[in-house]
């Protein structure tokens, strides 16, 4: 029998667009991390086979989703994963939500709106970022900006992958009405060259998006845990790249990914931006005691 395994790409945690359990993080949560991630891009790749039927795709991922939850041990990520929550005594409820997304990825491929859009983020990213929130014990009122982080790299992701998402996967997440106002097809999406009206509607999602990734820049200094504050100071240096590289560059014939040496110098300035932030504070604090 074929498991969800085989059906993996071989994209791994060190292929993604931000770190996945990095080196920042501390080691008594890199297991539970990487289980959640195996689980999660094991899904995705399920949804994104390109020769898998739709009704073969949801049966794998009802599959998941069964053995996530106790009902079966043949599916060894989402065993695994449901060991890890139990150890930690954490409930699946966030992991079950990534599910729901890659499950319109199989049954929607057009999105009518920005807020058609978001609400799929609701479902594919928020909850890898509440979940990471969870997993180091922080309150629940960081998930707001956390939610604004985490949207912004989906639609970073969409804008980079807008090409490659219609020519593999006849799937848009371009929202159907800046094509209109844009004078943009689908279609276009099609071609190795933005025309100018296409264009024109990438970049103004791109400020969009720049607007919705300011509205997490609080996050770092939000979350109680140091290593968490730095690692989530790199993503948001990553993002803020990202999304620089996607209001003047057009996806479909320029590079809109970093680089090597572009992510080892975010991620050092974002460390250094975030150690520094948290020392000042802490003399801040010091002085005011001394005061008192």
């Known amino acids: 029998m074929t498991t969800a395994s085989d059906l ?8 993604e667009n931000f770190p ?12 539970l991390i990487l289980a959640f991630y195996n689980f999660v891009r094991t899904a995705d790749d399920i949804a994104d086979h390109a020769t898998l039927p739709p009704a073969e795709k949801l049966r794998y991922l009802d599959l998941m989703e069964a053995e996530l939850l106790g009902n079966g041990d043949s599916q060894k990520e989402a065993v695994s994963l449901r060991r890890a929550f139990a150890e930690r005594g954490m409930a699946p ?4 939500d990534v599910l729901v997304a890659f499950r319109l990825d199989v ?10 859009v978001i609400d799929y983020c609701r479902y594919s990213a928020m909850p890898v970022g509440r979940f990471m929130l969870d997993v180091h014990g922080e309150d629940i ?5 956390s939610d604004a982080l985490c949207a912004g790299l989906q639609i970073n992701n969409h804008l980079q992958d807008c090409g490659k998402d219609y020519r593999n996967l006849n799937r848009v997440y371009l929202p159907r009405d800046a094509l209109a106002a844009a004078g943009a097809s689908v279609e276009m999406l099609g071609e190795a060259k933005s025309q100018p009206a296409l264009l024109k509607c990438l970049q103004a999602l791109a400020v969009r998006t720049e607007a919705l990734l300011d509205q ?37 014939s320029e590079r809109v990914h970093l680089g090597p040496v ?17 020392a000042i504070g802490r003399r801040a604090v010091s002085k005011t005691a001394a005061g008192a």
């Open 8 to 15: 993996r790409s071989g994209k791994t945690h060190r292929d």
């Open 93 to 96: 409820r966030h992991a079950l």
């Open 20 to 31: 996945v359990a990095s080196w920042i993080i501390h080691p008594r949560h890199r297991a």
């Open 107 to 116: 049954t929607k491929l057009r999105y009518e709106n920005w807020d058609d």
């Open 216 to 252: 997490s820049k609080s996050l770092a200094a939000e979350v109680k845990d140091f290593r968490l504050g730095l690692e989530i100071s790199v993503i948001q240096a990553f993002a803020d790249k990202i999304v620089n590289m996607l209001k003047v560059r057009d996806p479909l």
């Open 262 to 278: 572009e992510l080892l110098l975010q991620s050092l300035g974002g460390v250094a931006g975030e150690t520094a932030r948290r």
């Open 141 to 145: 009122s960081t998930w707001a900006a």
